[in-house]
């Protein structure tokens, strides 16, 4: 039991609650596993590879996983220039295709992929069960909400973007997902999925006729690899930023897309900030943490007498970069090596044919 949690949980931000999730476990709970994606921009590391690190985890504890591509979603936030038919053509087959990749170049296997507009054609009471998670929702909470869609609160929007938060709590319900996976900066239209679990008739998540509500488990944000328009950061309002300075598709210069060529990964990882002895908000060293520790599980780099260290244990590894045992060169020359040797599959699949005119099609529409 404490193992299965122990891989369900590892390199997560938070789970929301650790008790709910022992007590599935323990109950016998059949996990349904979702996470959904807005389909627009090409795949970075935090998007897909560290996402499907996760996946594998909860694959190997026996849970069911599915991607759900918010195609909907995508349009109420004019992804893709807002046009919902460049959404279902080119963003669906991408996401199939760069997830799919993905997670087998790790050694995953198959999710499920539902489109969210054929969900709701296929389930009657969705829009019932939209208008009933809205009656036990503020206003002012759903506009607390809308900053998943890179809107504050408080900023004038269109109407259909306020639906957007209920519509994503509904997704929950109507799709049966009981274990609910996304990255730290969902968690407040999660929230609202906790408070109203109890409260819904029409679309309840059960187990043995007992209503019972989603567990939530949130994986961190990987770091822009740009320098913070701010230095230093401010530890205390760190958690607030965060959102702010996370890899962004909208900003290629922020990421590593996870089909970059060997030349352009090695670009952008010798220009990205890897300020020496900072280990607080550092990178390159955030990539080594939830990206290569979790593949490789341990990381060999060059140190400043000449010889190579491996660590095992990240914390090691700090510690050693706040001393100055690594110098930042010799850090990046590392974590290059070690990206290209994990992105080579990807890399190659998109490199040539109908994946790479894909890919191509993406970048141009998002381009607008």
């Not at 990178?283 to 341990?298: H, T």
């Not at 700090?318 to 930042?328: C, D, T």
Request: charged content about 30%.
């Amino acid at each position: 039991m404490e193992e299965k949690i122990e891989k369900i949980t590892r390199f997560l931000e938070e789970v929301i609650t650790l008790e709910d999730l022992r007590e599935f476990l323990e109950k016998k709970v059949p996990l349904k596993h979702y996470i959904g994606f807005e389909l627009s921009g090409l795949a970075h590391l935090g998007t897909a590879l560290f996402t499907s690190i996760k996946i594998k985890d909860f694959q190997e504890c026996g849970i069911e996983t599915n991607i759900f591509l918010a195609d909907w979603h995508s349009w109420i936030n004019n992804k893709l220039g807002g046009n919902l038919e460049n959404i279902k053509e080119y963003g669906v087959k991408y996401f199939k295709e760069v997830f799919s990749v993905t997670l087998k170049s790790i050694g995953a296997k198959d999710v499920n992929f539902i489109l969210a507009s054929q969900m709701y054609k296929e389930k009657e009471n969705y829009w019932e069960t939209v208008i009933e998670i809205a009656k036990h929702t503020t206003l002012s909470r759903v506009e607390r909400s809308i900053d998943v869609l890179g809107k504050k609160s408080g900023e004038s929007v269109d109407f259909a973007r306020l639906i957007y938060p209920i519509m994503q709590v509904a997704d929950i319900f109507v799709g049966g997902f009981n274990f609910v996976h996304a990255g730290i900066d969902q968690r407040k239209a999660h929230v609202i999925a906790r408070q109203v679990a109890d409260k819904l008739k029409i679309s309840p998540l059960k187990f043995k006729n007992e209503i019972i509500k989603p567990v939530i488990v949130h994986q961190p944000l990987i770091l822009s690899i740009s320098k913070p328009p701010i230095w230093p950061i401010d530890k205390e309002k760190f958690l607030e930023l965060k959102t702010d300075l996370k890899m962004s598709k909208s900003k290629p210069e922020s990421c590593i897309f996870v089909h970059d060529s060997p030349n352009e990964i090695e670009e952008k990882i010798m220009k990205a900030f890897c300020p020496p002895k900072e280990t607080f908000y550092n990178p390159i060293l955030n990539i080594v943490n939830y990206i290569i520790f979790p593949i490789k599980k341990s990381f060999k780099v060059k140190n400043t007498s000449g010889t190579f260290s491996i660590f095992d244990d990240f914390n090691k590894l700090k510690v050693s970069y706040e001393k100055e045992e690594i110098h930042p060169l010799d850090l990046k020359e590392s974590v290059l090596s070690y990206l290209i040797e994990i992105l080579e599959p990807i890399y190659k699949h998109f490199a040539s044919g109908a994946p790479q005119r894909l890919k191509e099609i993406i970048l141009d529409l998002s381009r607008g």
